[in-house]
């Protein structure tokens, strides 16, 4: 936090100051973000609108429109953390509804995964926390699924992950059996059914390192910027943008040059690989065809057991047990 109320990173982030121009100067937006870290100390915290439409410039310009001129990779991690810290912070007016809670937040925390921040990606996640809804019908929440998805997904929380992958995708599997089989894709459940399935198969390929997992994760992501999957959800579309940028190689910024964000240790932590006595239980082997594939699943078979345990030598009564 300190090193993003620097002026000079605010200066880099929001470039060359015109007066009467759409951002504010670097002093201004300091003193704006000064007084509402004040504020939120007396839990009276309302956020300019100025500020936080600042904040959704330097984000979309940054994240969405990586290749702005002007945006070198300097100025675009700079501009990430600004607007991420500033979008954290608006996360306590509470005059935002759930919906542009959801909204901030995931900008917040995708703003923070992309300049290595990911601690406070998990800050952010514990205030909308009640907002992730796995207990409901698709229906009744089905304009945020795919920000709800979205916002557990960069929380590095995986338990709520798992349980909310597993009830969501439930869900839309008994969805596609009422259907007799057919596809979601191109209805309005279709973008929101993508994107919960492509945070699916990004969790599965950080646990078990496949990446026909990651390929079909950005292929269904894709699809849905396209509008293969359907073109009914906007959200949809936003949260699938910044999800391919941080599944794609080579795509996101940080202090060691262009990297896949999710090659980067932190996400390693989060779901460390399978080995031993656990690969045995799950059958988790390398594909024979090609030596140095990644860990694939099969079910355990005999060389999978262990070897049975050689009996001791008879003991007496009196022998110490």
């Known amino acids: 936090m300190d090193r993003t109320l620097d002026p000079a990173v605010l200066a880099t982030a929001l470039g060359e100051h015109r007066p009467g121009g759409v951002l504010p100067s670097a002093q201004e937006l300091l003193a704006s973000i000064t007084q509402l870290e004040i504020a939120a100390f007396g839990r009276d915290q309302e956020i300019p609108d100025n500020v936080l439409a600042t904040a959704w410039l330097l984000h979309g310009l940054a994240a969405v429109e990586p290749e702005a001129p002007g945006f070198d990779p300097v100025r675009t991690r700079q501009a990430l953390a600004v607007s991420a810290h500033v979008m954290d912070l608006a996360l306590a007016d509470e005059r935002h509804t759930d919906t542009e809670r959801l909204r901030i937040a995931f900008a917040a925390q995708a703003g923070y995964r992309r300049c290595e921040q ?13 907002l992730v809804d796995f207990a409901s019908s698709l229906p009744a929440h089905l304009d945020t699924l795919a920000l709800e998805a979205g916002v557990v997904f960069l929380a590095f929380d995986r338990p709520d992950l798992n349980r909310a992958l597993a009830a969501w995708r439930r869900q839309f599997a008994d969805l596609r059996e009422l259907m007799d089989g057919d596809p979601l894709a191109g209805t309005m459940y279709g973008p929101a059914a993508a994107v919960v399935e492509a945070v699916h198969l990004l969790r599965l390929f950080l646990s078990f390192g496949d990446p026909d997992r990651l390929q079909d994760a950005q292929d269904l992501l894709g699809s849905v910027l396209d509008g293969r999957a359907g073109r009914s959800d906007p959200p949809a579309r936003w949260v699938a943008a910044h999800l391919l ?58 060389a999978d057991r262990p070897p049975p345990r050689r009996a001791g030598p008879a003991r007496g009564p009196g022998s110490p047990g």
Request: charged share 30%.
């Open 118 to 130: 990911e601690p406070n990606a998990t800050a952010v996640y514990r205030q909308v926390k009640n």
């Open 245 to 302: 940028g941080l599944s794609a190689q080579g795509n996101v910024v940080n202090s060691r040059g262009a990297e896949g964000s999710l090659q980067r240790p932190c996400w390693r932590r989060m779901f460390p690989p399978v080995r031993g006595r656990m690969r045995r239980t799950v059958g988790v082997r390398r594909s024979p065809r090609r030596r140095g594939r990644p860990l694939r699943l099969r079910p355990p078979g005999p």
